[in-house]
């Protein structure tokens, strides 16, 4: 039967598809949209940190050995199943390119997001103000401030527990479904949490106080003692699986535990105890994080004070709930999901300082990462804040006062949205750091057979570490680049037209004789335009005239200087771009030390500095050159 316009035009506009709805979903979500362009245009397809220990899992994987047990082996103090699960599936339909393991970061993202949403809607109404609400935490959620949570691959450990938990809560809270398909739901979100990070581990006390305090009267309470009886089993079994089945150390990052000893957390945190004014100086940090990282200020020095404030207003909260279960039990469920979900945010920073306070400086509790776990805590004083700002206004009778009160809460509201602002330009120029920095991490791998990087911070992981892994990912194909097997020149492209000198330079070379070494010391500078950035690396070929062609004999490394602390928590695998403020003549300068016996004996030599751009495979020659005579002496010479 043919359909006819008008009937098209109807279901358009129909309840079941609005336009309306749409775009409401699209300008909510758009912060997600925009965080999204910057993933895309700065995500980098090599390991960082711990990822690079994947290669032994991979390697398993590719001779069919992968046990159980290798999916369950603790990380440090994480059972890490399901992230390992993600690099395995990647490896099978991607060739393992990290950046879908960044996609997928960003999808647990979403998820957490579109969670917020559902959840604010059921419990708070489906309200213009709710839309508003649920802007303003897509802003903070989605904020590229948290540039390592998008950027590193294997941060989707990170990211994964907090969507199972806020789903978590939307399951128990789901009304009108039987207890055992509620109890199922919730109770898989906290298993797949709880074995991809350790802060999975609170889905179980979060989701079990929301369903003991839900009053008899909401639907979503039926059933509540079966449960209820059902989680604390389950509970009891994965939890005591978690620490009791093989809890020690099987990777090699591990704070300084060996294989085999006791994880970081079994191992220190009677230490952290002890030092109970550094671990509440620590868990105060990751409190304030969200509240502090809205300024440009250095975020340290008042971070415990923000944290002590964020943890006073949580408890003035749960007393104003508790009132409500008295006056206004409808509240009191209202308002119980976001108190467990604060609950939650509070523990997993507490738990986190104990096992973390001890081995890491304070400075660390407010580096972006844990952005990803407090930023959820101010989520409950806006769902309060609201609850009481809807109970006033309709309880306000004068159309002045009403309007006034629309007024205000849209100022603030429009003043909260206002300062994300500075987050978001200051994250967005960290990720185009975090993307320059990898870039150079990745040229620096390509010659991890050859030589060792200096400075090693580049590789975001230590030299003999990198140097044992990436072998292993190139030999499995998952390597970008792979390595090199040679060490001509001439398999890249390489730039007939020198630098100019205001881009390139080798600006001096000095003879050093130590005890344990004899060469040549060069220093210089590289940079490119368009956007401006150090050279990814520098190469240091030697040629004379029988030698075929160039041959690399070195890679020169930027040479920046040590940043302030808030550099360093925010910029933790790179010295770059900050440099340009504080001392621009060192952030686009190199150095590398050339020993004698690893040139080639002919005299004489020419060295050659090249700027090599990573995502072009292009070398630019600088436009001097080092001749080193027969006897002995260099001079600099101008092409």
């Given at each position: 039967?043919?359909?006819?316009?008008?009937?098209?035009?109807?279901?358009?506009?129909?309840?079941?598809?609005?336009?309306?709805?749409?775009?409401?979903?699209?300008?909510?979500?758009?912060?997600?949209?925009?965080?999204?362009?910057?993933?895309?245009?700065?995500?980098?397809?090599?390991?960082?940190w711990d990822g690079w220990e994947r290669a032994e899992l991979l390697q398993k994987w590719d001779a069919g050995t992968v046990t159980f047990r290798d999916l369950?082996?603790?990380?440090?103090?994480?059972?890490?199943?399901?992230?390992?699960?993600?690099?395995?599936?990647?490896?099978?339909?991607?060739?393992?390119?990290?950046?879908?393991?960044?996609?997928?970061?960003?999808?647990?993202?979403?998820?957490?997001?579109?969670?917020?949403?559902?959840?604010?809607?059921?419990?708070?109404?489906?309200?213009?103000?709710?839309?508003?609400?649920?802007?303003?935490?897509?802003?903070?959620?989605?904020?590229?401030?948290?540039?390592?949570?998008?950027?590193?691959?294997?941060?989707?450990?990170?990211?994964?527990?907090?969507?199972?938990?806020?789903?978590?809560?939307?399951?128990?809270?789901?009304?009108?479904?039987?207890?055992?398909?509620?109890?199922?739901?919730?109770?898989?979100?906290?298993?797949?949490?709880?074995?991809?990070?350790?802060?999975?581990?609170?889905?179980?006390?979060?989701?079990?106080?929301?369903?003991?305090?839900?009053?008899?009267?909401?639907?979503?309470?039926?059933?509540?003692?079966?449960?209820?009886?059902?989680?604390?089993?389950?509970?009891?079994?994965?939890?005591?699986?978690?620490?009791?089945?093989?809890?020690?150390?099987?990777?090699?990052?591990?704070?300084?535990?060996?294989?085999?000893?006791?994880?970081?957390?079994?191992?220190?945190?009677?230490?952290?105890?002890?030092?109970?004014?550094?671990?509440?100086?620590?868990?105060?940090?990751?409190?304030?994080?969200?509240?502090?990282?809205?300024?440009?200020?250095?975020?340290?020095?008042?971070?415990?004070?923000?944290?002590?404030?964020?943890?006073?207003?949580?408890?003035?909260?749960?007393?104003?709930?508790l009132w409500q279960a008295k006056t206004n039990p409808k509240n009191w469920a209202r308002v119980l999901p976001w108190l467990a979900l604060g609950g939650a945010v509070i523990a997993i920073a507490l738990g986190a300082s104990v096992g973390r306070s001890a081995i890491l400086a304070?400075?660390?509790?407010?580096?972006?990462?844990?952005?990803?776990?407090?930023?959820?805590?101010?989520?409950?004083?806006?769902?309060?804040?609201?609850?009481?700002?809807?109970?006033?206004?309709?309880?306000?009778?004068?159309?002045?006062?009403?309007?006034?009160?629309?007024?205000?809460?849209?100022?603030?509201?429009?003043?909260?949205?206002?300062?994300?602002?500075?987050?978001?330009?200051?994250?967005?120029?960290?990720?185009?750091?975090?993307?320059?920095?990898?870039?150079?991490?990745?040229?620096?791998?390509?010659?991890?057979?050859?030589?060792?990087?200096?400075?090693?911070?580049?590789?975001?992981?230590?030299?003999?570490?990198?140097?044992?892994?990436?072998?292993?990912?190139?030999?499995?194909?998952?390597?970008?680049?792979?390595?090199?097997?040679?060490?001509?020149?001439?398999?890249?492209?390489?730039?007939?037209?020198?630098?100019?000198?205001?881009?390139?330079?080798?600006?001096?070379?000095?003879?050093?004789?130590?005890?344990?070494?004899?060469?040549?010391?060069?220093?210089?500078?590289?940079?490119?335009?368009?956007?401006?950035?150090?050279?990814?690396?520098?190469?240091?070929?030697?040629?004379?005239?029988?030698?075929?062609?160039?041959?690399?004999?070195?890679?020169?490394?930027?040479?920046?200087?040590?940043?302030?602390?808030?550099?360093?928590?925010?910029?933790?695998?790179?010295?770059?771009?900050?440099?340009?403020?504080?001392?621009?003549?060192?952030?686009?300068?190199?150095?590398?030390?050339?020993?004698?016996?690893?040139?080639?004996?002919?005299?004489?030599?020419?060295?050659?500095?090249?700027?090599?751009?990573?995502?072009?495979?292009?070398?630019?020659?600088?436009?001097?050159?080092?001749?080193?005579?027969?006897?002995?002496?260099?001079?600099?010479?101008?092409?």
């Open positions: 039967m043919p359909v006819s316009s008008q009937s098209i035009i109807k279901r358009l506009t129909s309840s079941a598809f609005s336009w309306q709805a749409c775009l409401r979903f699209l300008v909510i979500f758009s912060p997600a949209w925009m965080l999204i362009a910057l993933v895309a245009q700065h995500a980098v397809n090599i390991p960082v369950y082996a603790p990380h440090i103090d994480h059972r890490m199943v399901f992230p390992r699960l993600i690099s395995l599936f990647v490896a099978s339909v991607a060739d393992g390119d990290l950046r879908w393991e960044i996609a997928a970061s960003w999808c647990f993202g979403f998820a957490a997001g579109l969670g917020i949403w559902v959840l604010a809607r059921r419990t708070l109404g489906q309200t213009l103000w709710t839309g508003g609400l649920a802007f303003l935490a897509n802003l903070w959620i989605f904020s590229p401030l948290q540039y390592d949570n998008w950027l590193w691959p294997i941060q989707t450990a990170f990211l994964l527990p907090m969507s199972c938990l806020i789903w978590a809560l939307v399951a128990t809270t789901q009304p009108n479904w039987h207890w055992a398909k509620r109890f199922a739901l919730a109770a898989g979100l906290a298993i797949v949490g709880t074995h991809s990070f350790s802060h999975g581990l609170f889905i179980w006390p979060a989701v079990f106080c929301l369903m003991l305090m839900l009053p008899k009267s909401c639907p979503e309470a039926s059933g509540k003692w079966s449960f209820l009886i059902a989680w604390v089993i389950t509970a009891g079994v994965i939890i005591g699986c978690y620490f009791g089945a093989d809890y020690t150390v099987a990777t090699e990052y591990s704070y300084s535990q060996q294989r085999g000893e006791a994880t970081p957390l079994m191992a220190y945190w009677k230490e952290a105890v002890a030092e109970s004014g550094r671990m509440w100086e620590f868990f105060l940090g990751i409190l304030g994080g969200p509240m502090v990282r809205q300024f440009s200020g250095d975020p340290l020095p008042p971070s415990k004070l923000a944290g002590l404030i964020s943890l006073l207003a949580y408890t003035a909260c749960g007393i104003w709930a304070g400075a660390r509790a407010s580096v972006p990462r844990f952005l990803s776990i407090s930023l959820y805590l101010p989520f409950t004083y806006l769902a309060v804040v609201l609850l009481c700002w809807e109970k006033q206004r309709r309880s306000e009778k004068s159309p002045i006062w009403n309007r006034r009160l629309a007024t205000g809460g849209t100022a603030i509201l429009g003043g909260l949205i206002a300062l994300q602002c500075q987050p978001w330009l200051y994250g967005a120029r960290l990720m185009e750091i975090w993307h320059i920095s990898r870039l150079q991490g990745q040229a620096h791998v390509m010659f991890i057979e050859h030589f060792e990087p200096e400075p090693s911070r580049i590789l975001a992981y230590s030299y003999p570490e990198v140097k044992r892994y990436a072998p292993i990912l190139n030999r499995l194909g998952y390597l970008d680049p792979p390595l090199v097997k040679t060490l001509a020149l001439d398999q890249f492209t390489v730039s007939e037209k020198p630098l100019p000198v205001s881009k390139g330079l080798l600006e001096s070379a000095e003879r050093v004789t130590s005890d344990d070494f004899d060469g040549w010391l060069l220093k210089g500078l590289a940079i490119f335009r368009e956007p401006s950035r150090p050279a990814d690396v520098v190469l240091l070929t030697a040629e004379s005239a029988e030698s075929p062609g160039p041959m690399i004999v070195g890679t020169g490394a930027i040479d920046g200087t040590l940043l302030p602390t808030r550099y360093r928590i925010d910029l933790q695998f790179s010295a770059m771009w900050e440099l340009l403020e504080r001392d621009p003549g060192t952030w686009m300068r190199w150095r590398e030390r050339l020993a004698l016996n690893a040139l080639p004996p002919e005299r004489p030599l020419t060295i050659r500095a090249w700027a090599f751009d990573m995502q072009k495979r292009k070398a630019y020659p600088l436009p001097q050159r080092l001749i080193l005579k027969a006897d002995g002496a260099g001079v600099l010479e101008k092409d």
